[in-house]
């Protein structure tokens, strides 16, 4: 063989060094991650964002390119992800399915539930469907992956099939595995969501603003993940990037809170600002009403509330028990059977949670419900309930800027 053919083997057409061939790496992957939360995520499954037509087809050509996954499939499987969240029917639950399944095998979760296609057909409209869609990035997904095999070959010889495979694994494992995996299983949360979603970090730049993901429950619709000051979403960050060049339009973010003082009863502004940010709600009352009970209980004893009730118990009390099994269920019973001023406390909140849950679409009816939940609330004679009432009946959606 010649020099110049072992060259071209070494190094392909760039002949770049490892530490170019790193470069390149990152920026390419970093691409696909973005093609993965702005696009798939956050404008064609939620309806968050609109990308200008020529930035929404590089995603779309990107995304073929890149891992095979068709728009219509991802948005569908990840809408049913949200509408049947922990249950039998998620697609990729680490509490159903087990955390070491969702983080290893995700991928074999994604193509399982690629093939149930009545479901694609029910969660994926209003994607792409045009000429190209039809007759090159649907029907050839795998085509994409394929020639960017021969391309990474042939520009950087036989180092770029050891990168296209870190490229191949890249989705598979941050998203399957990480996002969908350890983002239900591990982490803080900032809002009590009826799932177990959590915030991986709250500086989220490595995978996209996805490892924000108990806010994205929170708020699914929301364009914007990082919804506290310390929090901070590259994803976000693009997205106003591309807005401030006119190529992209966001439709809607997470609302905010605005707490009006000395109002006498719930009113139709509480009720709009309970529907729509119900999951902050529930998380003021843990923190106002719950942990202080708790903390009450455990200084009458003389020990701390992490002394008094297990990690696991004290979550209970925070959703209810939800993700408890039987046992430590039957253990929270009779810890709050020993303890009537705690129990209360617990009674309300779930009270409170189906007032907002079971919602229908009688507004006066719930609003009869609040009303008398919050004058039931201060005559318990218990000071943060009755404080928390106070709170709630002032409640209302803040102005838009």
């Known amino acids: 063989m010649s020099a110049s053919f072992l060259d071209f083997l070494a190094g392909g057409l760039l002949q770049f060094g490892w530490g170019s061939m790193l470069l390149y790496l990152l920026v390419a992957t970093q691409i696909t991650i973005f093609t993965v939360t702005l696009y798939l995520h956050r404008s064609q499954a939620h309806r968050a964002v609109d990308f200008h037509p020529v930035l929404a087809h590089f995603f779309r050509f990107w995304c073929w390119l890149t891992t095979s996954m068709i728009t219509k499939e991802w948005a569908a499987i990840h809408r049913k992800h949200h509408a049947k969240c922990e249950t039998e029917d998620d697609p990729h639950s680490p509490q159903i399915k087990g955390i070491k399944v969702v983080f290893w095998r995700g991928v074999e979760l994604y193509r399982d539930a690629r093939l149930q296609r009545d479901d694609i057909e029910k969660y994926g409209k209003g994607c792409p469907d045009d000429w190209i869609e039809r007759h090159l990035y649907t029907p050839f997904a795998t085509w994409g992956p394929t020639i960017l095999l021969f ?53 989220a730049f490595w995978i996209g603003g996805e490892e924000l993901h108990n806010n994205h429950h929170a708020f699914p619709s929301s364009a914007k993940f990082a919804l506290r000051k310390w929090e901070f979403d590259i994803g976000w960050a693009s997205i106003k990037l591309f807005q401030a060049v006119g190529l992209a339009k966001v439709l809607r973010v997470a609302p905010s809170l605005d707490v009006r003082p000395n109002i006498a009863m719930p009113d139709g502004e509480t009720l709009k600002a309970l529907l729509a940010i119900r999951f902050q709600a529930m998380t003021d009352y843990y923190r106002g009403v719950t942990l202080p009970a708790l903390r009450e209980e455990a200084a009458a004893v003389g020990a701390r509330a992490r002394d008094l009730l297990p990690r696991k118990l004290r979550k209970g009390l925070a959703d209810g028990g939800r993700w408890l099994d039987d046992d430590k269920k039957a253990r929270l019973q009779d810890f709050l059977a020993e303890r009537p001023k705690l129990a209360t406390v617990a009674d309300y909140r779930a009270r409170l949670a189906q007032v907002l849950d079971d919602r229908s679409h009688d507004a006066k009816a719930t609003l009869a419900r609040l009303h008398a939940w919050c004058q039931e609330a201060e005559a318990s004679g218990i000071a943060s309930l009755q404080q928390f009432s106070a709170r709630l009946k002032g409640y209302a959606l803040a102005s838009a800027h």
């Open 151 to 203: 391309l990474s070959f042939a520009l950087f010889g036989f180092k770029g099939i050891a990168v296209w495979a870190i490229q191949m694994a890249w989705i598979p494992f941050w998203a399957a595995g990480v996002v969908n995996g350890l983002g239900h299983w591990w982490g803080y949360r900032n809002f009590e969501t009826t799932d177990t979603a959590t915030n991986l970090v709250p500086w």
